[in-house]
Nanobody, 124 residues
Framework: QVQLVESGGGLVQAGGSLRLSCTAS????????MAWFRQAPGKEREFVAA????????YYADSVKGRFSISRDNAKNTVYLQMNSLKPEDTAVYYC?????????????????WGQGTQVTVSS
């Protein structure tokens, strides 16, 4: 069993920054890909960013390219999401997820492990 725990959410003004962390415990296969999704009230869960367990490849949604950066520290079993130049439309609950390397990258249904989510609120 794998557990994912997110932290780092909060309230920030537009233009500010936050860094989210996701720590994995249990048996996370080394080939699993890690990702961040988000879900705003009344909207579907959407892909934000993903990173291969090797760390050599990253993926981003167009809406966050150039502003967000995903990284990992395998020694700590932790994935990070650095969020800069935040906008009110970035307000959502952010979820960490893990998936096998062969699963679709940007589709929530491809991920079989999820964290409980952390709230990010960006005020204008």
């Amino acid at each position: 069993q794998v557990q994912l725990v997110e932290s780092g959410g909060g309230l920030v003004q537009a233009g500010g920054s936050l860094r989210l962390s996701c720590t994995a415990s249990g048996r996370t296969p080394s080939t699993y890909r890690m990702a961040w999704f988000r879900q705003a009230p009344g909207k579907e869960r959407e892909f934000v960013a993903a990173i291969r367990w090797s760390g050599d490849t990253t993926y981003y949604a167009d809406s966050v390219k150039g502003r967000f950066s995903i990284s990992r520290d395998n020694a700590k079993n932790t994935v990070y999401l650095q969020m800069n130049s935040l906008k009110p439309e970035d307000t959502a609950v952010y979820y960490c997820a893990a998936a096998p390397a062969w699963a679709p990258t940007m589709t929530p249904s491809g991920y079989n492990y999820w964290g409980q989510g952390t709230q990010v609120t960006v005020s204008s």
